[in-house]
């Protein structure tokens, strides 16, 4: 093992959450621990959403795997006071199990940028940065109903790579996941559509397993869009949606009033502040609300 491996190892070392715990009980005794930085702009806004206004303090992890090797380690040897007051989120992703504790919120989703799909997060964009407000109400409405047939579209073309990735994780296959680009699907503000087949490299694999485990390959594609597709490829699709409506706003104006935005913009921070309340986060956040009464 080379000695970067070794010190990316070290990084996701339980232990490295346990020191990060000790001190910052001392701060404060509720304690949230998330997978990573995207998490918590998301869980940020979304907890308030949930008329939570304790104040706690936040650790990030190095992702799930230390996560829940971490809150294993302190459950194994029974760590009461650590445990007293620490919960920790986690994302669902391909796993084929859920954690299920009272200080475990384990999300019925692939990840938190799957929430992000978000009628009123999406239109709060097109009102402010887009300038589609008061007399521009009627064509931000036209504009969120086009946003359903390119999602439609867009969930079309890629549930079939997702169901592939998804069985690529289930049998340990380690195949990358492609990066979305336009250089295979192209996204307009009225519609979606793919341009190039991706690159996989086990697809002869996963084609002999279908053949093999039909019933179970059909349990894949019955999973939600939620469930089935990558969270960051949802992200990706509302960055370019977006883009594509301001765009075709462009095409319509004069060179002088032409809107300037960038897709860096369109943040997860950003949406998550006018998504909808996420029921079984606002469930999680009440037990915990009760448990500290």
Not at 18 to 44: C, H, Q, S, W
Not at 212 to 230: C, Q, V
Not at 266 to 291: M, P, S, Y
Request: net charge negative; hydrophobic share 40%.
């Amino acid at each position: 093992m080379s000695f970067l491996d070794l010190m990316f190892e070290g990084l996701q070392s339980p232990s490295v959450l346990r020191m990060a715990l000790l001190k910052t009980k001392r701060v404060n005794p509720l304690v949230f621990i998330f997978e990573g930085d995207d998490d918590f702009t998301y869980y940020e806004h979304s907890i308030k959403r949930c008329d939570f206004h304790v104040e706690y303090e936040h650790i990030v992890a190095n992702g799930k795997k230390q996560v829940i090797g971490f809150l294993d380690e302190l459950i194994g040897n029974k760590e009461k006071e650590l445990l007293d007051k620490t919960y920790f989120f986690v994302d669902q992703d391909y796993d084929t199990f859920s954690f299920i504790d009272e200080r475990v919120f384990n999300l019925d989703a692939y990840a938190i940028e799957s929430y992000l799909i978000d009628e009123a997060a999406i239109g709060s964009i097109l009102k402010d940065e887009l300038k589609l407000n008061g007399e521009y109400a009627t064509s931000r409405k036209e504009y969120l109903e086009c946003l359903k047939k390119s999602y439609e579209d867009f969930s079309s073309v890629t549930r079939e790579l997702s169901c592939y990735l998804c069985l690529c994780k289930i049998l340990n296959f380690p195949q990358e996941f492609p990066n979305l680009s336009p250089h295979y699907i192209s996204v307009a503000f009225n519609s979606t559509t793919k341009n190039k087949d991706f690159k996989l490299s086990f697809t002869n694999e996963v084609a002999q397993f279908i053949k093999s485990e039909p019933l179970f390959y059909e349990s894949i594609t019955n999973l939600n869009d939620l469930k089935l597709i990558r969270g960051k490829y949802i992200l990706w699709f509302i960055k370019k949606w977006v883009m594509a409506v301001k765009d075709d706003m462009n095409n319509k104006r004069k060179v002088e009033d032409k809107i300037k935005l960038s897709d860096d913009f369109i943040t997860i921070r950003r949406l998550a502040q006018n998504c909808k309340i996420n029921i079984r986060l606002n469930e999680f956040i009440q037990r915990i609300k009760n448990d500290l009464h």
